[in-house]
């Protein structure tokens, strides 16, 4: 054929196959029952295909009618499906997000959420993918993910930063370690106890070791560092092992706090916090689906 099919002389076949009814199928399109008549009878002309016979029962299909309205069956079955899919995006019951996060709050955090984005839109797509802040933010910039989660406010222009969660640090020990006994006996304790004492922490690129290092430096004090690891589960390990302290965030560790694996220690003096944000690119609003997910993590909804 030399010409492309006309989708509405299609469509009003289609209804009229459906229906059976000239009539009928004009007030379902909302067209003149002449109109629609001329328009099938253009489409037969154009297939070269004769496609109804009238009979008592009304319009019937011939067999070539048949053929063509089971592959209209097909054609416009995809339409409707593609019509849900779109309002399905446009109302964030649908399509995908994309996640980058530092891994603490890939790990410890975000499935809660996951799960209930996944309860409200169980059409949305989720994928997950955990790396450095850094990368985080340089995923963000290449479009590779919808949004970041980081710890601490990357203090950019190209970025909307918002923070979700304030998360306690907590310095913790075995239950076997020599501060515990003491915290046991005293409470909380001084915080030169911490004062040569070996510690197990983040690798130096993590944000945590230098907000960690800064606040009890303020406190004078000056850990051992014995051993480092940029995997929060390998350090809760070490710790569990006595191979010293830690610092680490309250929502990593609450499982051991509740299973007494860990003991957090009250240390005068030490409060910090670790504030969680999540980070978008400024400049064009978030798709639908990727708003919703904004909506329940800053509980807006």
Do not use: W
């Not at 009238?54 to 593609?82: I, K, N, W, Y």
């Not at 790990?107 to 993918?129: A, D």
């Amino acid at each position: 054929m030399e010409n492309a099919l006309n989708l509405n002389q299609l469509r009003y076949f289609y209804e009229v196959a459906k229906s059976r009814n000239m009539k009928r199928a004009a007030v379902r399109i909302g067209v003149s029952q002449p109109a629609l008549s001329k328009q099938v009878h253009a489409l037969e002309e154009f297939l070269g295909l004769r496609l109804f016979f009238r009979s008592s029962r009304g319009m019937q299909p011939t067999p070539e009618g048949e053929v063509v309205f089971a592959h209209c069956e097909r054609v416009f079955g995809h339409v409707r499906d593609l019509e849900e899919a779109i309002e399905g995006l446009r109302d964030g019951s649908a399509g995908r997000v994309a996640i980058g996060a530092v891994n603490s709050i890939g790990v410890h955090i975000l499935p809660l959420y996951l799960r209930r984005l996944r309860e409200r839109n169980p059409g949305v797509q989720l994928k997950l993918v955990t790396a450095r802040s850094k990368q985080v933010l340089q995923m963000l910039r290449e479009h590779r993910v919808d949004v970041g989660l980081v710890a601490g406010s990357p203090g950019l222009d190209d970025f909307v930063c918002e923070e979700f969660l304030s998360n306690r640090l907590r310095v913790v020990v075995a239950p076997d370690h020599p501060l515990s006994k003491r915290a046991r006996r005293e409470g909380a304790l001084p915080p030169e106890v911490l004062d040569r004492e070996p510690m197990v922490t983040f690798d130096a690129e993590a944000p945590t070791r230098a907000l960690t290092e800064s606040a009890l430096s303020n406190l004078e004090v000056e850990p051992l560092i014995v051993a480092e690891s940029p995997d929060i589960e390998v350090i809760k390990r070490m710790v569990e092992v006595l191979v010293g302290f830690a610092v680490l965030p309250e929502h990593c560790i609450q499982r051991e706090l509740d299973a007494r694996t860990l003991l957090a220690l009250e240390i005068k003096g030490f409060e910090l916090k670790r504030d969680l944000c999540v980070v978008y690119r400024a400049g064009s609003p978030p798709q639908p689906a990727v708003q919703s997910f904004l909506e329940l993590l800053l509980r807006r909804d």
